[in-house]
Structure formats: C-alpha cells, structure tokens
C-alpha cells in the first residue's frame, strides 16, 4: 500500500542522526518534526530566522507569531532561538546544516531538482530553496511519486525550471526509497505491500534493482 504524507516524513526522521541541525521545507517536509526518534537530539532550523523548532502545536495552543518559511504556527523548543534572515541565511551559506528535506515537483537522474516554478503559474518566489540546494551536502527529498495524473515525477531529465543541479542524494516517496547515484535511481526500499513491478511502471528515469529490495520498516 503506497505510503500517505505523514508516513513519508516518519520514513525520513529515520535518517537523522543525533546532534545534526536540519532545515525542513515547506510541506511534507514540516511534518519530519513529529516523528523524529527517541533519544535523537536535532535542531531544526527554519530559513525565516528560527533555530530549535519543535513539532507542530497542539490545537488551541498555537502561537500566531511563532510560524515556519511556510507560514504555519510551530513550537520552540527550550533553548530555542528567533533571529533576522541575515543570521539564518549564513547558517545555510556557511554549511553548518546537516540535512536539508525539501518537497519537489520533478527529481532526475543526476541529482537535479526541480521545486519552485510551473510556467505560466503565479508564484511568490524561490524562497530559501536555491541557497539550501546550493549549500547543503546532504539533501533529502519527500515527494509522491506520480502527479495526478499518474505521471513520474522520478525523471531522466527534469521538465520544468531547476532549482539546484546534481544535489540530491535520496528520495523519499510514497512507494519507495531511492538513493541517486552513478547517474541512476538506485531501489533501495519498497513502501509495504508495493511491489518492485508497481515501482517500476511508475518510474520514467533508469531505476537500477540489486537484489532482493525490502519493505519500509516504521
């Protein structure tokens, strides 16, 4: 069964390890907070000027001033801190974040990321996504495997404008793990239940199979 948006985010918490500082972009992504693992300590950043972002609030307690680059309400943790865009974005430039998890509309073969812009549709802007792409040496991806209409977005060659060139490292989706290297999708996780051949059908770039490919373990 293919994974939902909150399973893809605890997938992810998986691959944090403990003491790193991690930058959550908007959608999927925001949802990492949640599931992160006991006896992990992290620090979130959030490119708007927060450090030590914590899950999302509880119903009824939320803090309208308190909110994320995506704009939803948040938690800081005790220790946490609120500083201006300058300090936030030499964080990033300066390479001291771990991790990046962005969302992504198209992801090739080579690494290339595609996230902003679909021509002739309105939109705000970049945001952080350039710098973090640019900066981050270890960049993740939370996305759903196919548009709407049932199309890869696990390219060959992205379609739409790039974000970054040859910076992503893995997927995370909502049918499978997959680590890019050597030019290919390599399989490295099935979502439970979804078989290689479901996986296969709805990749468009080269997916490279080595051996027996395990279910995600939650």
Not at 6 to 23: F, G, L, P, T
Not at 84 to 104: E, W
Not at 149 to 166: A, D, F, M, R
């Amino acid at each position: 069964m293919a994974l939902n948006k909150e399973q893809i985010a605890q997938r992810i918490a998986q691959e944090i390890q403990d003491k790193w500082y991690v930058n959550l972009g908007i959608g999927i992504p925001t949802l990492v907070a949640n599931y992160i693992p006991k006896g992990i300590e992290v620090e979130f950043q959030s490119e708007n000027g927060l450090l030590g972002m914590g899950p999302f609030p509880i119903e009824g307690t939320e803090d309208a001033d308190l909110i994320n680059a995506g704009k939803q309400t948040v938690t800081i943790l005790n220790g946490g801190s609120l500083f201006d865009s300058a300090m936030s974005f030499a964080m990033i430039r300066g390479q001291h974040v771990q991790l990046t998890v962005l969302g992504a509309m198209e992801v090739a073969e080579n690494g290339d990321i595609a996230n902003w812009k679909i021509p002739n549709r309105m939109v705000k802007g970049m945001g952080g996504a350039m710098d973090l792409v640019a900066s981050a040496e270890n960049i993740i991806v939370a996305m759903m495997h196919t548009n709407k209409k049932g199309e890869s977005k696990i390219l060959k060659q992205c379609t739409l404008p790039l974000t970054g060139v040859g910076c992503v490292k893995k997927v995370v989706t909502n049918l499978a793990v997959l680590e890019i290297k050597n030019g290919a999708f390599h399989l490295l996780e099935r979502a439970p239940g979804v078989s290689i051949e479901e996986i296969q059908k709805a990749t468009e770039a080269t997916l490279v199979i080595d051996g027996e490919v395990p279910e995600m373990k939650f």
